[in-house]
Structure formats: structure tokens, C-alpha cells
């Protein structure tokens, strides 16, 4: 049965806001099922090196290497017509930026220059799915920069 880890709490800000400028529990924005366009969260404009990071809902252990997918809704404010690089990473065991735990996988964006919402995914390798000991531990955090 296919399970899905959602942002759940939010961990570190910097500053990241909600699409309304919030800064209060800005995870709520990017936990729904199916992508909400209407709400998320956006990095200052020309970042240098932002980062966010929220914990993830804790899931039971599939048992399999196999179908273990990160995915990641990306834009650029239709005002600012900067080019954004993004990255995403999976980590386990993070405490802060300090400490970030064990990196499970991380795939990047370069350049984006879209005003439209777009998904991109990536499929973690059998080794990076056997390399999560412990899925009540998991993190996603993502850097935004101005290239």
C-alpha cells in the first residue's frame, strides 16, 4: 500500500514565508494530497544559500528498495522574472543547519524561470531507500538561490 510522508512541522525558517507573508506554521502550505497552487511557500527575492526544513509524517517501513519518490512544485514570482536554482533534499536524524543528520538523497533545479507550477521528481536508488533506518526521522530541506 503506497504511503506518502507530508511536511508536517516546520523546523528551520530562515526566511521562508507562507504566500501571505506569514511566518507561523508556514508547513501547512505544502502538506495537502493534491498540489494547492493557492498556497506554499516562497523564499525572499534573490536568495543567496536559503534554506528551509520541516519534519515529515512519520510512515511504517515498506520493507522494499523500490518506489521511494521525492517530488517538488516549483515557480518564480511573477514580478521578480529571476532565475532560481532549488534543491531538494531527503535527510534523516536533521537537528539544524548546524547538524543535518545523514543525507538520504538530494536533487536539484537550475535555473528556473517559470511562472508555472512545475513537479519534478526524483526516484531515490536502492541504496538511498536501504540507507533510511528510521522513517519516523525523516526531514525534507530545501535551498532556494539566485545563481
Given at each position: 500500500?503506497?504511503?506518502?510522508?507530508?511536511?508536517?512541522?516546520?523546523?528551520?525558517?530562515l526566511?521562508?514565508?507562507?504566500?501571505?507573508?506569514?511566518?507561523?506554521?508556514i508547513h501547512?502550505a505544502?502538506d495537502?494530497?493534491?498540489a494547492?497552487?493557492?498556497?506554499?511557500?516562497?523564499?525572499?527575492?534573490?536568495?543567496?544559500?536559503?534554506?528551509?526544513?520541516?519534519?515529515?509524517?512519520?510512515?511504517?517501513?515498506p520493507?522494499?528498495?523500490?518506489?521511494?519518490?521525492?517530488r517538488?512544485?516549483?515557480?518564480?514570482?511573477?514580478g521578480?522574472q529571476?532565475?532560481?536554482?532549488?534543491?531538494?533534499?531527503l535527510?534523516q536524524?536533521?537537528?539544524?543547519?548546524?547538524?543535518?543528520?545523514?543525507?538520504?538523497?538530494s536533487?536539484?533545479?537550475?535555473?528556473?524561470?517559470?511562472?508555472?507550477?512545475?513537479?519534478?521528481?526524483?526516484?531515490?536508488?536502492?541504496a538511498?531507500?536501504?540507507a533510511i533506518?528510521?522513517y519516523?526521522?525523516?526531514?525534507?530541506?530545501?535551498?532556494?538561490?539566485k545563481?
Amino acid at each position: 500500500m503506497a504511503q506518502f510522508a507530508r511536511p508536517n512541522l516546520t523546523t528551520t525558517l530562515l526566511n521562508y514565508t507562507d504566500q501571505g507573508g506569514g511566518i507561523v506554521n508556514i508547513h501547512l502550505a505544502i502538506d495537502e494530497v493534491s498540489a494547492d497552487d493557492a498556497d506554499y511557500i516562497r523564499s525572499p527575492t534573490s536568495p543567496a544559500n536559503e534554506v528551509y526544513v520541516c519534519t515529515l509524517s512519520s510512515v511504517t517501513d515498506p520493507a522494499l528498495s523500490t518506489g521511494h519518490i521525492m517530488r517538488m512544485r516549483t515557480a518564480v514570482d511573477v514580478g521578480s522574472q529571476e532565475s532560481l536554482d532549488f534543491t531538494q533534499q531527503l535527510r534523516q536524524g536533521y537537528i539544524s543547519e548546524a547538524s543535518q543528520g545523514t543525507l538520504i538523497a538530494s536533487q536539484s533545479r537550475t535555473g528556473v524561470t517559470s511562472t508555472t507550477w512545475t513537479t519534478s521528481t526524483y526516484t531515490l536508488s536502492a541504496a538511498e531507500a536501504d540507507a533510511i533506518t528510521n522513517y519516523a526521522s525523516l526531514f525534507f530541506r530545501l535551498t532556494s538561490n539566485k545563481p
